[in-house]
């Protein structure tokens, strides 16, 4: 099981640290980016106001 | 086309007042993970056909991870502008997992114990996360506001024996109702969670 089954170059891993921080305005414009492609609902939803506001 | 939500109800609602159902929600959701999965999926490729290197795969699929689950997260608790310090910090906690699984992903592709079918095949599982961090916050949501009670509607034809048995009790309270990833069927599970 622990056989090399893909002896390819890849590069070296790195190791991803964990990140509790809210997203940048820079993430935000990706999760707008990203919920445009799903669809004006999805961009309506994740930007919504407050009912009543 | 402004949408709004309306947090007495936990629900959004159209500009028009409509309310919108959550499985209208989870549609969105669902779409929204038929999209990462694909472009996870490419990510994988790249990988394999040598367009990206390890380093620069795990880096792109960290912003993907990161992206999907604050989008899912902030849609199930209505919107950005809802988000709280604490929910961010549950968001962080769902992605701390993923980012060891990748991080373990990547070690085995460096040492070469992973073919291109499985480094693909894996790639785009890590989509599955997106519903979890959408009904991570909606139980928060729903738990926030006045419900107390959920119920577990099974939605995939080959769901696991537990999805099966809990959607049998019907209404339990909520906080006896496993959360989505928690049972067999872990992150594939493709139940819907209703609260009232």
């Not at chain 1, 935000?28 to 961009?43: C, F, N, T, Y």
């Amino acid at each position: 099981m622990n056989e090399k089954i893909d002896k390819k170059p890849r590069g070296k891993a790195i190791v991803i640290e964990a990140d509790t921080e809210p997203p940048t305005a820079k993430g935000i414009k990706a999760m707008q980016d990203l919920v445009r492609r799903v669809g004006l609902g999805a961009l309506g939803m994740l930007e919504a106001e407050t009912y009543g506001d | 086309m402004a949408i709004k939500y309306d947090p007495k109800t936990n629900r959004y609602r159209t500009a028009g007042g409509r309310f919108i159902s959550p499985r209208e929600v989870r549609k969105t959701i669902d779409k929204t993970f038929e999209v990462v999965k694909k472009d996870m999926r490419a990510l994988g490729e790249a990988l394999t056909t040598g367009g990206i290197d390890l380093r620069t795969f795990q880096t792109l699929m960290r912003e993907k991870l990161k992206i999907s689950h604050s989008l899912a997260a902030s849609i199930g608790r209505g919107g950005r502008r809802q988000m709280s310090l604490s929910d961010w910090g549950k968001v962080g906690g769902g992605l701390k997992k993923q980012y060891a699984y990748l991080n373990n992903l990547s070690a085995q592709i460096e040492k070469g114990l992973v073919s291109d079918v499985q480094i693909i095949n894996r790639a785009a599982a890590y989509s599955h996360g997106v519903r979890l961090a959408y009904y991570g916050m909606t139980t928060i949501a729903e738990t926030a506001g006045d419900a107390t009670m959920c119920r577990r509607i099974v939605n995939s034809k080959e769901g696991c024996a537990e999805c099966a048995e809990y959607a049998a009790f019907g209404w339990i309270p909520i906080e006896e109702m496993p959360e989505i990833g928690e049972l067999q069927c872990s992150v594939f599970c493709a139940c819907l969670l209703e609260f009232r």
